[in-house]
């Protein structure tokens, strides 16, 4: 009931370039990775900013952006990522996130992604709950 529907997703072949683009187009920062709609694995916008070199620490313009586009999401993102069911309580996916420290869980159905729930979602149904 509360997961986004709507999932952005990227392949495994995706660049790192591709990951950052979609990270800040939909202001989110996870992503499932999926391969013919199975979920495969789950990139962050803190793999991608551990992976991307900095431009502070003397790193060439030419180089930032050589590695933006020749580093796969395969290369950084978490493979087999913890998921769970649409019809995983709300309650035990709560206490995935919160024990597991996790922003976001996949929700699939077999090995097929269906949806996202990510801590935002969960905070604007306590929000929501506390409004009536």
Same mark, same amino acid.
């Given at each position: ?11 495994? *072949? %995706? ?12 202001? =989110? &920062?996870? =992503? @499932? ?7 495969v694995g789950i990139i962050t916008d803190? #793999? ?8 502070? *620490? ?6 930032? #952006? &050589?590695?933006? %586009?020749?580093?796969?999401? *395969? ?10 069911? @649409? ?18 869980? @996949?929700?699939v159905e077999g090995d097929r992604l269906?949806? =996202?729930?990510?801590?935002? #979602? ?11």
């Amino acid at each position: 009931e509360l997961m986004t529907r709507k999932v952005v997703t990227l392949a495994e *072949s %995706a660049s790192l370039r591709e990951a950052l683009a979609l990270l800040q187009r939909h202001r =989110i &920062r996870h =992503i @499932p990775v999926v391969e013919d709609a199975r979920l495969v694995g789950i990139i962050t916008d803190r #793999d991608v900013k551990r992976a991307t070199p900095s431009l502070l *620490s003397g790193t060439s313009q030419e180089d930032y #952006d &050589r590695v933006l %586009a020749q580093t796969h999401v *395969s290369q950084v993102m978490t493979r087999n990522p913890f998921s769970v069911t @649409p019809s995983t309580s709300l309650k035990d996916a709560a206490k995935l996130l919160a024990e597991r420290k996790f922003g976001a869980l @996949p929700v699939v159905e077999g090995d097929r992604l269906v949806g =996202i729930l990510t801590n935002t #979602d969960l905070l604007r149904a306590f929000y929501e709950s506390l409004e009536d």
